[in-house]
């Protein structure tokens, strides 16, 4: 309890890694506990504070795939790649784009995004196999 607290504390003051080390503690004590629902909130909070830290989308990511929720942890994910916007961010937006295809592979939003990043960081001959995938789905 004392972790969830302080916790937007440190971020408020711009002590990012305290902030998240506090989150973390809390969120696995919760977990632990059983309380998975509580600590999606918590994680949604620290989403807000913290998100930019990849970590936090994943980690949501994962609480929501535990409540039974995969369409509610595609969405954090994508939620999180949105916080990745520029050039130096693509490795940070690609990594959370390939967690979302492992949880639906079918996925287009996700899918589309991704083959893009890839085209644009040099990796062409992934995207365009993305792409084909996209479209023999499409064509069905």
């Known amino acids: ?48 504070s913290l998100g930019r830290e990849r970590t936090v989308w994943e980690q949501l990511a994962d609480a929501e795939q535990k409540r039974g929720r995969p369409i509610d942890a595609i969405d954090a994910l994508l939620e999180g790649r949105r916080r990745f916007r520029k050039r130096r961010d693509r490795p940070e937006a690609i990594k959370l784009l390939l967690r979302a295809r492992r949880i639906a592979p079918g996925h287009f939003e996700a899918n589309f995004d991704l083959a893009g990043l890839l085209a644009r960081s040099g990796a062409r001959a992934p995207a ?9 789905r499409l064509a069905k």
């Open 128 to 136: 365009v196999r993305i792409l084909a995938e996209l479209a023999a």
């Open 1 to 48: 309890e004392l972790h969830r607290r302080i916790a937007p504390m440190f971020a408020a003051v711009r002590r990012m890694s305290d902030a998240w080390a506090s989150y973390r503690i809390a969120v696995a004590s919760l977990v632990k506990a059983g309380f998975v629902d509580q600590a999606v909130g918590v994680l949604r909070e620290a989403a807000g």
